[in-house]
């Protein structure tokens, strides 16, 4: 189902890419860059990793000093938890995003601060066959067992970009208003294993990357 629904966003962005192209002021750009990612819960402890992420944009003039930019990203994010033997238990999570952004002009063409709502659609989290058997940390949880997260969250998204018009530096971050464990709720089984409580965690992402636009 993810796989119908990234093929249906591609296409969707390609035509809204192709049909923002042809507007005067308008700019497509190629982004690529790294991640540090960590999850924000109270069940288990965890740390940040290093992933990465790329993707399209589209800036095009608003009003006065503001821009809008459109934007779809595919990202491979990672974060790591304990076993009990206290061994690290590295999760990947890789999807796709789809960004609406206001963005103010500092310095026209140089300088912007960006910000808004990002809608993210992710696969399932993933960790080394060697590690689904290992119990987390604080809970009686194999890690496998808090794989199956929410496949729809959403982001909140605040950064800063500078550079000319055909090669900009960004730096933004990104934090997860939803609860992104949520779907491990509906399984009754798992409460037991999390020391009773509910799970409940949020995502958050600091990102560096380049844009080249087109």
């Known amino acids: 189902m993810n796989k119908k629904i990234t093929i249906l966003l591609l296409f969707v962005s390609t035509m809204g890419f192709a049909q923002y192209s042809y507007r005067d002021g308008n700019r497509i750009g190629l982004s690529f860059g790294v991640s540090q990612t960590a999850l924000f819960t109270n069940n288990f402890s965890t740390k940040p990793e290093m992933g990465f992420a790329g993707g399209l944009s589209v800036r095009g003039n608003y009003y006065n000093n503001w821009s809008m930019i459109y934007g779809m990203q595919f990202f491979s ?3 790591s938890t304990e076993s009990t033997l206290n061994q690290k238990i590295k999760y990947n999570l890789s999807g796709v995003q789809i960004r609406l952004l206001l963005s103010y002009n500092v310095i026209q063409d140089h300088v912007s601060i960006d910000f808004g709502p990002v809608l993210q659609i992710n696969g399932k989290l993933k960790t080394e066959s060697a590690n689904d058997s290992k119990t987390i940390k604080g809970t009686l949880l194999k890690a496998s067992q808090i794989e199956d997260i929410s496949p729809i969250s959403g982001n909140f998204y605040l950064g800063c970009s500078a550079g ?5 530096a960004v730096i933004f971050y990104e934090y997860g208003f939803t609860n992104i464990l949520n779907r491990l709720n509906k399984d009754s089984d798992l409460k037991p294993l999390n020391n009773g ?4 965690g949020n995502l958050g992402s600091i990102n560096g990357q380049v844009i080249i636009n087109l």
């Open 77 to 79: 994010n990672n974060f």
């Open 197 to 200: 409580d509910k799970f409940k």
């Open 164 to 168: 000319s018009k055909t090669i900009r």
